[in-house]
Every structure is written in C-alpha cells, then in structure tokens.
C-alpha cells in the first residue's frame, strides 16, 4: 500500500483533511512560512537580480526536520498550502527544501475543505506556479526594500520603532487626507421643513420641496419664515399622484472586502478579528477559502442554494443569478460561501457565537444572491399650499424575495421614504396639523472607520484581499492611528510621519503609483511582464531619491503635552507619552529622572453605584471600557462597577 504524504499550512486544515484521506495518506502542518528574509538585514542582493538570501524562521527547526523524516519515507508527497499567492511561495519552499524536481506534479489545491474537493484535488495535481511565486516573491522584495530603506530614516529623523511600509503608507496617507478635509471645511447653514397633514384622522408627514417654478434649498431662518408665513393654515391640496414599482437586487456573494465590509457594520467586529473566525471557519471544512476578490460561484455551489430555496421558501423565491466580477480581479477562487449546506447545523452546535455570527451572514448572503427580486409598490404625492410644493414619498413591499433572508447594511431605505400612506387621491385637500422647522448645519466627511478604509483601499486598486488586515493592524501597533470608537484618528506621531513621507518620498505615499505598482504584480503572475525587470524600475530611481533626501531632511522633534501632574522623584510636571500600548506619563527629565506610570483618563459622568469617578481603561485590543475608582478588583472592593457601555447621566426632575 502506497505511503503517501500532505503538507498543509494549519493544524486544523491538517486535521479535517485527514479526516477525507484515509490510513494511506499522513497530513502534516508547515504552520505557514518556514523560511523567511533575515529581520536583522535587507537580505536582498540589489546588485544581483533582487537574489533573496532566505533563512529558515525561528521556532521552525523542529517542524521542518519532522517534515523532512516523513518526505523521506513517503512514496508522494502532495503540497496542500493555501490556494494564493502567498500559499503558493510557501509550496515552493517546499519543494525546494525537501528537493523535489520542479517538473513533479507535487502542488494540489482546492477552494473548500470539503472531501469531494479534497479527493478531487489529490487525483490532479500540476507542477508549482512560478508565475505566482514571482509574484509573491516581487511583492514581498518591494515591501522590504521600501522598508528597511526608509525606517532607518524615520528612526534618525523621528524617533526609534517606526516603519515605512508599502501599502500601509499610502493607507495612512489616505487617512489624513480625509483629517485635512474635516480641518478645512466650513460649515454651512440649512433649514428643513416639514408639515403633518390630516387625511381624516390619518396623518401624513410632508417635506418642503420648493414651489411651482423649482426646487428651494433653505439657507436661512428669514427665508423659511417668509414661507411659513404664506403657507401656514392655508389650504393643502393634492395636485399629483404618481403610483411605480421600484425593484431591489440582492447583493452578490462575498469577496474578502465585502465580507470585512459588512461584518463591521453589523456587528462591529475589526477587519482581523473577521479574517480570524473566517479562517477557522475554512480550515474546519465550513465555508470555502477566505481571501478572494471574485464573486463567481460554481455549479455545484448553485445546485444547492437552488434545492435549498426551493424546499424552504418555495420556488418563487428562487432565481438563478451571476454576478460580473471586477476587471482587475484575480478571480483564482470561489466567493466566500457554505461549503456544505447540509453542515450548517454542527457550526451552531460546535462553534463559539462570533463565529455563528459570522458564519450564518456568509450563508444568508449566498443564499440571497441567488434569490428573487424584492418589488415595492410606491407612491409620490405632491401637495400644493399656496404655490409652495410639498412630497411625500411612501412605499410598501408587494414581494419580499430575497429580502425575506438578508439586507445589506447599505441597503437601508431612504429618509425620505415613510412607508404605507393611506387612501389619497388628487384634489383631496388636506388638513394642516402642524409645521416643523429646524435649523441645520453641513457636516464635514466622517473620519474612516475600518470598513470604509478598506471599500477605499479596494476602490482605489491599493493592496489585495490578504493585505487589508495587516495593514490596518500595522498602523495601529505603531500608533499612526488610534481609535475613537469605531472611527480611525490619525495621532500626532501618524502625522508628522505622513508628513514626513509626502515631503521626501512622494511616490511610495501616491496612490495611483502603488494602485500601479499592484497591477504590475499582477501581471507579473499571469507571466506579462518579469518581476526582476519591474523592481529595477522601482528600485533605481527610489534609492537614487533616498541618497538626494536623507541627509536633507531635519530631525523632528514631537512636541510633548505638558501636565499638572508632579513627578513624585523629582518634582517636575509630567508629560504625556505615545507608546505602543497607548498614552502614559512620563517625567520629562529622562534619563536622569526614569519616571513613568499609566495615563488614566476619566470622564466627567459619576459611577452609578456609588458616585466615585469612573475611568476610562483599554483591552490588549485597545477596547474601551469603564471602571470605577474604588473597584480594585479585589475581595476588600468598595465597588463593582464596570461597563463596556459609558454610563450616562441621570436625568434630573426637569429632564436635564
């Protein structure tokens, strides 16, 4: 009986595709990369071809040694690693390490962990990629040679720690453009006007739109009592009515983007805890491979939603759908989607919630994408007062289709839309109950929260699926950014970084030379144009940059917030302090004064329980939540008050 050997990149992967394979075959963890450049050097020969002086990665003795003993008493070895780039440069370190001839049928991959597609992909395996290895190998030699080039100059000019990478520079650059945005805007005044009709004793809610000759924006108090002057009390009556039919598509199934996109919006989680519960999901044989940018979804895949729609909704309710995929997409794999509708069951029953919650918004959005058009019917009723127009908007679902499963977060209803309106025909004249007024004011753009950052990053062309996670991961280890709740806030480090960068290395923080730069690594995998060619493209003129600039720039010195708090060694005001784990104070007479304590911040609402003051404290995740004073977390505590939530104040007798 033949002896035959899978490596895989995770345990878990390990352990479920054995489950398929059967005493013949023996699957074993590469636990990802087993070698790697050197940390301590560029480990790249510029002057020879971008060579890669590779080394094996610490902790990874033991692993490759158990790999190499069971190659050496298998009849085949299959390597398994993930089905991307990434996994295919790991299959070819493989290789390489256990010797095997580059023209051996050696790589298998498969989308979804499931045993057909397993067996499937153990009765066709091909040769490695070389394309996709250079590929990889290209981006991994630019982030590199970008890093280890411009750190040394933020640690001289700035300050030691900092980095400079690739991708997360023009990610960080993206993000203060949007600060410089909200610095600069104005706001501006506006008006809303709304009125609340009688049909009978039904009510309707109006909003001002202009008068006969045109749409009014409202600017100004004046203007708007002018109008409510003309219109008030005066007789409302209906001089338009138009009945439609307005009709909503579902959403395809997810890409990386989307997924990230919207498990944030629903549920609030970061885009690495998303990739996190999405890759045990995948390694335990429940949905198919995480990071994809295609849409496309097999025949297989279609066969079950439809039997699946079908018997639980009826056939109505079914539509078979297909979704174009982006021009620039990779398109290698599947959307993410339930490998196995008929296993939905054992996630709920094996799996912690977050990773139901997630798993069950994967299966409700592929279900979805292959069901029926929702169909409102809608009615819009223009109202006459003395020439001034007034619109209501209503609309009621007449079939729910896909909607009876999953909405998209961005898929909510218009402001302007109020739902069922009753019987109203034109000429009826309608009964002023009452005019709503209210003064406004323009907001500027919103800061970027994760999802958002990362709808612009994919929009843009910049990075690919694996890279969002990491990159946003990167800035906020470094303390380019920080979070104010959900919304992502450039520090003042991130600044005169980005600052920095914009002045002395414009090209490596300009988005379409990086979106550019993406499309070349593409290209570079589909075998259009070679990877050694496209990096002396970027490398000679960027050193040749690097030596003009380095020695011109000035040291910047980050200013230090000074505060009342007296230094108990020395007596000097303490200042506050950016560090990895957040904001701290320190004595300001370093080195001869050392001393250093946390920042606690508190907010100005008292503890519910016993009125202490309640401070503001943070998670390894960098997490809020709220603690009072007095609760020491010990048996002798005055108090147990703690919160994820921010207490509000109570209300006093006069509702303040």
């Known amino acids: 009986m033949s002896n035959n050997l899978v490596i895989v990149e995770s345990p878990s992967k390990a352990k479920t595709i054995k489950k398929y394979l059967g005493k013949n075959y023996e699957v074993i963890a590469s636990q990802g990369h087993i070698i790697d450049l050197p940390s301590s050097k560029l480990g790249v020969d510029v002057d020879n071809d971008f060579k890669a002086s590779y080394i094996t990665m610490k902790g990874k003795a033991k692993i490759i040694k158990e790999i190499k003993d069971k190659a050496k008493k298998a009849d085949k070895v299959y390597l398994a690693t993930d089905p991307d780039r990434e996994g295919e440069a790991i299959a070819w370190h493989l290789r390489n390490m256990l010797k095997i001839d580059e023209r051996e049928k050696c790589r298998i991959e498969f989308n979804e962990i499931t045993k057909d597609a397993v067996k499937k992909a153990i009765n066709s395996p091909r040769t490695i990629d070389e394309n996709l290895v250079n590929a990889q190998q290209g981006r991994r030699i630019l982030d590199r040679i970008v890093g280890y080039k411009i750190s040394p100059v933020l640690w001289k000019k700035v300050k030691k720690g900092l980095s400079a990478g690739r991708v997360q520079s023009v990610a960080m650059r993206i993000i203060m453009d949007r600060e410089r945005e909200i610095r600069k805007f104005k706001k501006q005044e506006y008006w809303t006007l709304e009125a609340k009709l009688l049909k009978g004793k039904e009510e309707i809610l109006s909003k001002f739109y202009g008068n006969t000759k045109g749409k009014i924006e409202l600017k100004n108090e004046e203007q708007v009592n002018e109008i409510l002057k003309n219109i008030d009390k005066r007789e409302y009556k209906v001089v338009d009515i138009k009945v439609g039919e307005k009709k909503r598509n579902p959403a395809p199934p997810f890409t990386t983007s989307s997924l990230q996109q919207d498990a944030s919006r629903k549920f609030g989680f970061s885009v690495k805890k998303t990739m996190m519960i999405a890759q045990r999901l995948y390694e335990s044989g429940y949905i198919t491979y995480m990071r994809t940018d295609s849409t496309r979804i097999s025949n297989e895949a279609r066969d079950m939603a439809k039997e699946y729609i079908v018997k639980k909704y009826g056939v109505k309710y079914y539509e078979n759908r297909f979704y174009k995929t982006k021009k620039d997409a990779q398109d290698a794999h599947e ?322």
């Open 335 to 656: 959307a993410i989607r339930p490998s196995d509708l008929s296993k939905s069951s054992e996630v709920y029953e094996s799996f912690p919630k977050d990773e139901q919650k997630l798993y069950t918004l994967i299966l409700n959005r592929f279900l979805a994408s292959q069901m029926s058009t929702a169909i409102y019917d809608t009615k819009k009723i223009t109202i006459n007062v003395n020439d001034y127009i007034f619109i209501t908007n209503g609309s009621q679902v007449k079939f729910d289709g896909f909607m009876v499963l999953y909405i998209e977060s961005t898929e909510a209803s218009s402001d302007d839309d109020i739902g069922i309106l009753p019987d109203i025909e034109i000429n009826d004249i309608l009964k002023q109950k009452k005019l709503i007024s209210e003064q406004k004011f323009t907001e500027p753009p919103a800061r970027y929260t994760e999802a958002s950052l990362v709808k612009t990053l994919e929009e843009k062309g910049i990075g690919r699926p694996s890279t969002y996670a990491p990159t946003i991961s990167t800035l906020l280890d470094r303390v380019y950014i920080e979070k104010d709740k959900k919304y992502l806030v450039p520090t003042q480090l991130g600044e005169i970084v980005d600052d920095l960068m914009e002045k002395n290395f414009c090209n490596i923080v300009d988005i379409s030379f990086t979106a550019n730069m993406e499309q070349n690594l593409d290209l570079v995998s589909e075998n259009k144009i070679d990877y050694i060619k496209m990096l002396k493209e970027f490398y000679n003129p960027f050193i040749k940059n690097l030596e003009e600039v380095q020695d011109k720039i000035e040291k910047v010195k980050i200013p230090e917030q000074e505060t009342d708090i007296k230094c108990e060694l020395c007596g000097r005001n303490m200042v506050i302090k950016q560090g990895r784990f957040g904001k701290f104070l320190a004595c300001p007479g370093y080195p001869e004064c050392k001393n250093a304590k946390p920042l606690v911040e508190s907010i100005d609402v008292p503890c519910p329980n016993c009125g202490g003051k309640v401070l503001i404290k943070k998670t390894k995740n960098r997490r809020n939540f709220y603690v009072c004073e007095n609760n020491t977390n010990k048996e002798d505590s005055k108090c147990d008050y703690i919160s994820w939530n921010k207490p509000k104040k109570e209300k006093n007798e006069n509702g303040k």
